[in-house]
C-alpha cells in the first residue's frame, strides 16, 4: 500500500489523537486553576512544562493529518508516506509525555 492509500487513516488517527491531547491539556488548566492564587506561583514552572511538552505532541498530531489530507489531495505518495512518519513520531512524543507525567508523581 503505498503513502496515499493509507493518508485517510493518518488524517483520522492525528485528529483523534490532537483531541485526546487537547482534553490532556484542559485538564492540566483545570487543576491549576484549582489551586489558589498565592499557591499557583509554586506549581506554576510544573504544570507549563506539562502542558508545553503536550503541545509538541498536538502539534504533530495536527501536522501528521495535515499532511495526510494534503498527500489525497494532490495524490502525493512521498506526502502520504511522510505523514505517516509524523504521526509515528506524535505517538512517540505523547508515549514520552505520559512517562513524564507518571514519573513526576510523588
Do not use: H
Not at 488524517?11 to 483545570?30: K, P
Not at 489531495?73 to 508516506?81: E, V
Not at 509524523?86 to 505520559?98: H, N, Y
Amino acid at each position: 500500500m503505498d503513502g496515499t492509500g493509507v493518508a485517510g487513516e493518518v488524517v483520522t488517527a492525528g485528529t483523534a489523537l490532537a483531541g485526546l491531547i487537547l482534553i490532556y491539556i484542559g485538564s492540566l488548566v483545570t487543576a491549576y486553576g484549582g489551586y489558589a492564587a498565592t499557591e499557583q506561583k509554586s506549581v506554576k514552572l510544573r504544570f507549563l512544562g506539562r502542558a508545553w511538552v503536550s503541545f509538541v505532541g498536538f502539534f504533530l498530531a495536527l501536522l501528521a493529518a495535515g499532511l495526510g489530507v494534503l498527500g489525497k489531495w494532490i495524490a502525493s505518495p512521498c506526502t502520504g508516506n511522510v505523514s505517516v512518519w509524523v504521526l509515528l513520531l506524535a505517538f512517540g512524543w505523547a508515549i514520552f509525555a505520559t512517562v513524564q507525567a507518571i514519573r513526576e508523581i510523588k
